[in-house]
């Protein structure tokens, strides 16, 4: 847990020299474990994000945090409904229904 800590401090040292504020390392470390990914990882979906934002001098503080978050988990849901093969199967017609209600 302290390298996680250490390591996300390390990463986003630009955004927070002095080191992340505790409501704000709480929802990162929370991005992490909802979404199983490696803090460079997060760090590197926070860049692209801020390039979204229109801003690489976004700051990290708990409101853009929270949109930062908002902005992965709608990501992934994208990405997983693009995938073949996990969707869920949809109702199909049997081939015994081309007979009639008795089956003849």
């Known amino acids: 847990m302290e390298d996680i ?3 996300l401090n390390e990463l986003f040292a630009a955004s927070s020299p002095d080191g992340l504020p505790k409501d704000v390392l709480a929802e990162l470390q929370s991005l992490l474990r909802v979404h199983s990914i490696a803090p460079q990882e997060l760090f590197y979906k926070w860049e692209s994000f801020c390039l979204k934002m229109g801003s690489e001098e976004t700051k990290l503080n708990l ?6 978050k908002r902005d992965v988990q709608e990501s992934l849901e994208r990405e997983t ?3 073949p093969g996990r969707q ?3 109702a199909t017609p049997r081939a015994a229904a081309a007979t009639d209600v008795f089956g003849m």
């Open 5 to 7: 800590v250490g390591e």
């Open 63 to 68: 409101e853009t945090v929270r949109l930062f």
């Open 81 to 83: 409904r693009s995938k």
């Open 88 to 90: 869920l199967p949809t």
